[in-house]
């Protein structure tokens, strides 16, 4: 299996602009995670899907983000209108089980000017 | 929620000693602690976890303790190497949502 795959790898974009950040978990992997790391917060988690269902979206910093599931094989996170501290690297990450191993992407490397 | 604390925050060894980094987690409900490796500029990597019915978990130069009475838990690495140098991570859950600690950067020191 290929991984977690997440594209783009890096992303630069003004501010305003709409951001789309891509990510396919790994097949037969019913959890799906997007998560924020920043220096200054950590890694964050920002929400997860469980059967292509959002189950906690309480990490959503506010409603300029949303993510969709539309899928099993496909996740996209949006962020519109982008800010710059939004800048940050972005990851998403995949599981099997409840409460079990997540394997994460490469990550989506976002700077917002 | 859970809430976890990581301590230290950075951490320098001589290479061959060992390093122990150390989390407290809050919800006594949390029966899952896995430890993440993240290289510079790389993916946080899973290097061992332990489930609340097992006390200690051990594989090869890396071990993890748990006491939930305290709410604690450890890691440890012996005979530390260069390549151990990175940030690592603990994180706990009751369920499938992961809180992470704040991260140990660690440096081995040649």
């Known amino acids: 299996d290929a991984g977690v795959i997440q594209s783009p790898r890096h992303e630069v974009t003004e501010m305003g602009q709409e951001v789309t950040l891509r990510c396919k978990p790994i097949?037969?992997?019913?959890?799906l995670f997007w998560y924020r790391q920043t220096m200054m917060r950590g890694l964050e988690l920002l929400i997860y899907?469980?059967?292509?269902?959002?189950?906690?979206d309480s990490g959503m910093p506010e409603d300029r983000f949303s993510a969709k599931m539309p899928n099993a094989s496909f996740s996209t996170l949006k962020i519109q209108p982008s800010e710059p501290r939004d800048s940050a690297v972005y990851f998403c990450?995949?599981?099997?089980?409840?409460?079990?191993?997540?394997?994460f992407g490469p990550g989506t490397r976002l700077t917002v000017t | 929620g859970e809430n976890v604390e990581q301590h230290p925050s950075t951490l320098s060894v001589q290479e061959g000693d060992s390093a122990v980094i150390k989390c407290t987690y809050s919800?006594?409900?949390?029966?899952?602690f896995p430890w993440y490796k993240q290289e510079l500029g790389k993916r946080p990597q899973l290097i061992i976890d332990?489930?609340?019915?097992?006390g200690e978990k051990k594989d090869q130069r890396i071990a993890v303790t748990l006491n939930k009475t305290a709410k604690h838990f450890s890691l440890h690495i012996t005979e530390t190497q260069p390549e151990d140098s990175a940030v690592y991570f603990c994180a706990a859950t009751p369920d499938e949502k992961l809180t992470f600690g704040t991260g140990t950067r660690l440096t081995i020191i040649p």
């Open positions: 919800d006594s409900a949390s029966n899952y």
């Open positions: 332990i489930r609340s019915n097992v």
């Open positions: 899907f469980n059967n292509n269902v959002p189950i906690d």
């Open positions: 097949s037969g992997h019913d959890y």
């Open positions: 990450a995949s599981s099997p089980l409840r409460g079990g191993e997540q394997y």
